[in-house]
């Protein structure tokens, strides 16, 4: 389970290359109240110059990572500065990428379905108009 204080030390970040190889692009995120927005205190500036800003990964199998990331919302070199909480064991990123795998597929049918009552939906709206 990651510990979700705010305290890290030299050793417990994890830096991402800015080589080509190493850059990791912005993950989805979800919002924790308890990390979240900039940190003046940690002074890590992205790309761009701007303090990084603290998320929560929420995609793959870095569902539940803390990181910094580039502040910049909109253009290139939007990725991840530096990660805050390690990796997870092997086991656990094998669980979660197999839970968003399973999402993945059951997505497109469930796009399905909800087309399918949408239609069912206007049908009888249309046939309820006609009586």
């Known amino acids: 389970m990651v510990s979700w204080s705010d305290e ?3 050793d417990s970040v994890l830096n ?3 080589s080509c190889d190493g850059i990791i692009k912005l993950p989805a995120t979800m919002h924790d109240p308890n990390f979240n927005g900039t940190d003046a205190d940690v002074n890590v500036l992205c790309e ?3 303090l990084a800003e603290r998320f ?4 793959g199998m870095h569902t539940g990572r803390r990181f910094l990331g580039c502040a ?3 253009g290139i070199n939007y990725r991840v500065v530096q990660w805050i909480d390690f990796e997870w064991p092997d086991s656990m990123e094998k669980a979660l ?3 968003w795998d399973m999402y993945e597929e059951i997505k497109p049918a469930r796009t399905n379905d909800n087309l399918e009552s949408s239609f069912a939906i206007h049908n009888l709206t249309e046939e309820k108009k006609k009586l």
């Open 8 to 10: 890290t030390s030299e």
């Open 16 to 18: 991402i290359s800015s």
């Open 48 to 50: 761009h110059d701007e």
């Open 56 to 59: 929560v990964a929420f995609e």
């Open 72 to 74: 910049k919302k909109e």
């Open 97 to 99: 990428a197999k839970l």
